[in-house]
C-alpha cells in the first residue's frame, strides 16, 4: 500500500465504517472489525481527527487509533499500530 493512501472524512452505519479518501475513492469495512469502535457511543464516534497526515484516524474519547491502510489487510481483526 501507497502511504499516500489519506482521510477525508469518516461516517458510519449500522454495520459499516465508512473513510472517504483524498483521491475520492471510499473504503468500508465491517464495525465487526473494530470491537472499540462498536462498544463506543455515537457522540465517541463522531469526535475523530486524522493523524500522521491523515493516514491515521483517532477517536481520542475511546483511545483509539486506526491505520487507514489497515482497512485493506484481509485479515478480520485489525489494530491499529
Not at 15 to 34: F, G, N, Q
Not at 59 to 65: E, S
Amino acid at each position: 500500500m501507497s502511504s499516500s493512501i489519506k482521510g477525508k472524512s469518516v461516517h458510519f452505519d449500522e454495520r459499516y465504517l465508512h473513510v472517504e479518501l483524498a483521491d475520492k475513492r471510499i473504503i468500508s469495512t465491517p464495525m465487526e472489525w473494530y470491537p472499540e469502535l462498536g462498544n463506543a457511543s455515537f457522540e465517541q464516534l463522531k469526535n475523530y481527527h486524522f493523524i500522521c497526515r491523515g493516514t491515521g484516524i483517532e477517536w481520542p474519547d475511546i483511545d483509539y487509533h486506526l491505520s487507514i491502510e489497515s482497512m485493506f489487510a484481509t485479515t478480520e481483526y485489525r489494530r491499529a499500530a
